[in-house]
Every structure is written in C-alpha cells, then in structure tokens.
C-alpha cells in the first residue's frame, strides 16, 4: 500500500507558492529516506486517495495561474509565450474540474482562504510582468479567478505586450 503525503509549496517555489501537491512513496521508510523539499512544506502524512484528492482541490485559483506562468519561464526571466499560452488554458482546466470536483463533494474552497501571495516581483523580467499582473486577476481575497478572463484577455493581452516590449528592445 503506498503512503501519501500532500505537500503545498511556500513562497520560496515563486509561482507555485500555495499549490498543493501530491507525492506517493511505496513506504514511510521510503518517504522518511527523502530530503525535504526547502520549497514545498507538508500538510499531510498517511493521507487517503480521496483526502488527498480533496487537499488538492483546495489549491486557490490564483495559485494554478502563477504555477502555469513559473513553468513558462526560462531561467532568466523570459517567457515562452507558446508555453504560456498552453500552460493558462491547462491552469484554466485544472481550475474546472476543481470547481466542479468540490461541487460533487461538497467542498467549500474559500471559507478559511486569506490570499496573501506576496510575490514581491523585484527583478524586472518578462516572468516578474506576468506575474505581477496575473495577481491582480484574483476576483477578491480567496484566490478566485475569473476564468473567461483569463482565456478571453489576459492571455492575449499578455502575449501582445510582451512581444511588443521585446520589439521595443531591440531598437
């Protein structure tokens, strides 16, 4: 029987801070052996399948869009706008089947969920812009999303500025 343990990252992950995970291990010895991840923080040893699943459900919507938009950049800041692209439309899925997920078992996502994603964007890269801005895509302060926003606008809107930003820079 494997052990499972949900995880959810920290404000050292960047864009994955708050998203709750799931690793399995074939064993508490197994899990015991692993170094600890600096970035991810564990909410829960021994969870079921189903707890598990319900823990990860739980991830704020905020959380899945600046997930998305850390796995589209490079290490130096820049976004792949094909991978931004692709990685929103994922997040916004994800966020779907987790609304819908919580409807069929009576979840309540927001009720103790104070958003404080304090992702003080500090360097001025294409990563730090979107994320910035993804921010301020949260309807109020439990990390809900709008998500025909984010497919109608602010993927399109994001994509246009940062091509003309780096258009900009090279004259």
Do not use: W
Not at 68 to 94: C, F, H, K, P, V
Not at 159 to 167: A, E, H, Q, S
């Amino acid at each position: 029987m494997d052990y499972i343990v949900v995880y959810e990252y920290n404000q050292n992950a960047g864009g994955n801070a708050g998203v709750c995970f799931t690793r399995k291990f074939k064993s508490k010895a197994e899990f015991q052996q692993t170094v600890p991840d600096p970035n991810a923080k564990i909410i829960i040893e021994a969870a079921t399948e189903k707890s598990a699943s319900f823990l990860n459900a739980l991830t704020p919507e905020i959380c899945r869009i600046t997930a998305a938009i850390e796995a589209s950049s490079n290490t130096d800041g820049t976004i792949d706008i094909y991978i931004l692209d692709r990685n929103l439309n994922l997040a916004a899925d994800q966020i779907r089947y987790d609304r819908h997920f919580s409807l069929i078992n009576d979840l309540d996502r927001f009720a103790n969920f104070e958003f404080e994603k304090c992702i003080a964007c500090l360097e001025p890269t294409e990563k730090n812009f979107v994320l910035n801005r993804a921010l301020d895509l949260s309807e109020s302060s439990n990390g809900r999303v709008d998500i025909d926003i984010i497919i109608k606008t602010f993927i399109k809107q994001t994509i246009r500025d940062i091509l003309t930003n780096r258009m900009l820079i090279s004259f």
